[in-house]
């Protein structure tokens, strides 16, 4: 099994997580929160699928990010600053945010995974080896690196969105 098969394998499962962590759920339950200090899965779905675009798209190919490419931006009514990914925003941020739609927002996690796919198809060992220096690092990584901040960014908010999903519709919603 190459390298990337195994990069490619964490990602399907646990997109696939998320998939039926969200079926069936409508928007006020996607924007619900808990209390003032956790986020929504709205929140959370939008949040990794932005770092998937930021890395795929701007730092591991040096290309536009779907965001500002296909007008996700606008959709989600935020700015098109590439960075925009929610981190460190405060909970106050995250309260005010407007939640947009389940429409935008799987429209959004569906077309990064399309793009992350079709780069990750066509990685070899020799990609995955490779070092350079992206912003905002300052130190050379190796892209395998890089797809493993990836991978354990994805999987913790995957994680966050069933743990939501089960505490406000309960046990049995997932069937592997």
């Known amino acids: 099994m190459a390298a990337s098969d195994v990069i490619k394998t964490s990602l399907e499962r646990n997109w696939g997580m998320v998939d039926r962590a969200v079926d069936g759920l409508d928007d006020a339950m996607l924007g619900r929160l808990i209390d003032g200090q956790v986020n929504s899965i709205s929140w959370l779905l939008w949040h990794m699928t932005r770092?998937?675009?930021?890395?795929?798209?701007?730092?591991?190919?040096?290309?536009?990010?779907?965001?500002?490419?296909?007008?996700?931006?606008?959709?989600?009514?935020?700015?098109?600053?590439?960075?925009?990914?929610?981190?460190?925003?405060?909970?106050?941020?995250?309260?005010?945010?407007?939640?947009?739609?389940?429409?935008?927002?799987?429209?959004?996690?569906?077309?990064?995974?399309?793009?992350?796919?079709?780069?990750?198809?066509?990685?070899?060992?020799?990609?995955?080896?490779?070092?350079?220096?992206?912003?905002?690092?300052?130190?050379?990584?190796?892209?395998?690196?890089?797809?493993?901040?990836?991978?354990?960014?994805?999987v913790t908010h995957g994680g966050q969105i069933a743990f939501l999903r089960g505490y406000f519709e309960g046990r049995g919603w997932f069937v592997p």
């Open 51 to 154: 770092v998937v675009d930021v890395f795929i798209q701007t730092r591991l190919q040096g290309k536009p990010q779907l965001w500002s490419q296909d007008g996700w931006c606008e959709k989600c009514g935020l700015s098109e600053d590439p960075e925009t990914t929610g981190q460190g925003w405060s909970a106050e941020q995250v309260a005010a945010w407007k939640v947009p739609s389940r429409v935008v927002l799987l429209g959004y996690f569906e077309a990064t995974k399309t793009e992350a796919r079709k780069y990750l198809d066509g990685l070899s060992d020799a990609d995955l080896n490779a070092t350079r220096i992206v912003p905002p690092a300052t130190e050379p990584r190796s892209v395998s690196e890089m797809l493993g901040i990836l991978v354990f960014d994805n």
